[in-house]
């Protein structure tokens, strides 16, 4: 594939990469994002004590919290907090002292707050679990940016929807966790003159593509990495641009459940375009 040089390809890097890598950045920094989280806790049936002791089923970060804050209590599948008197954790503003804080998966968390600290339920397969966040951890004070591999047009790739193979597609997570998800169909595109495939998630306006190739041996995060792109056109024309190929929110933290590319995903070539591996993770 011949490469393009920096005046040939200047106004799509500003336009396009330039401004998708800065919203990835902020995305990335915001409350919500994946550089603030401090912990992942799987409860356990009954009360499951937390806060900064050790003495704690849940042991919250050191300084940031008292020795004890008070119990998240799972039972018949539904999670309840206890709050310890005095202890001034809110939901929404309003101080806490027993609520119910996990309803189903399908709604949107109920976060408890302490300080600059956050936490709600999250279910992976059968298991609950404690995530938690720290406004003020050292990951977003540091962060500056994301290695990524030079601009290079030629990785902005037609491709066409294949839906003939539209199933639902095994996905699996870090956790080992399977489930059925939703395909829009599998997306056709050819690198070198050889045809290659991917799996395609539908996301709604967007198609959604976990994949792996041969740049995680040492390059790329080892288990893969993530694309979206837009659906088809009124004429079934679409572009996979590998430019914005990323990270993992586990490349990040070890506090993610990250989904792995199913095997049908895992593609023989390197793809040299998109993020980089970042940090040790």
Not at 191 to 209: P, W
Not at 249 to 276: H, M, R, W, Y
Request: with cysteine; net charge positive; charged share 25%.
């Amino acid at each position: 594939m011949k490469k393009l040089n920096l005046k040939d390809v200047s106004q799509y890097v500003e336009q396009n990469i330039g401004t998708f890598h800065q919203k990835r950045i902020a995305n990335l920094k915001k409350e919500n994002g994946w550089l603030n989280l401090a912990g992942l806790f799987l409860l356990k049936q009954g009360k499951n004590s937390f806060g900064s002791s050790i003495k704690n089923k849940l042991i919250f970060p050191k300084g940031k919290c008292p020795a004890y804050l008070g119990n998240i209590i799972l039972k018949d599948n539904q999670v309840f907090t206890e709050i310890k008197n005095g202890i001034d954790v809110r939901i929404d503003e309003k101080k806490v002292t027993r609520q119910n804080i996990f309803k189903n998966e399908e709604e949107e968390p109920i976060i408890l707050s302490y300080k600059s600290l956050r936490w709600f339920v999250i279910k992976r397969g059968n298991d609950y679990y404690v995530r938690l966040r720290d406004l003020e951890s050292d990951l977003v004070k540091s962060f500056k940016d994301i290695n990524t591999y030079p601009i290079d047009t030629t990785w902005k790739i037609e491709a066409f929807l294949d839906t003939t193979t539209k199933n639902k597609i095994e996905i699996t997570d870090v956790l080992g966790n399977t489930n059925l998800q939703e395909s829009a169909g599998t997306l056709v595109f050819t690198v070198d003159g050889k045809q290659y495939r991917l799996d395609a998630l539908d996301e709604g306006d967007n198609l959604f593509v976990i994949f792996a190739d041969k740049t995680n041996e040492s390059e790329t995060y080892y288990t893969g990495r993530f694309l979206t792109t837009n659906k088809p056109d009124v004429n079934g024309k679409l572009f996979i641009d590998f430019n914005k190929a990323t990270n993992p929110p586990c490349a990040f933290t070890d506090f993610a459940t990250c989904p792995l590319p199913p095997k049908q995903n895992v593609l023989p070539i390197s793809i040299t375009a998109g993020e980089k591996r970042f940090g040790k993770h």
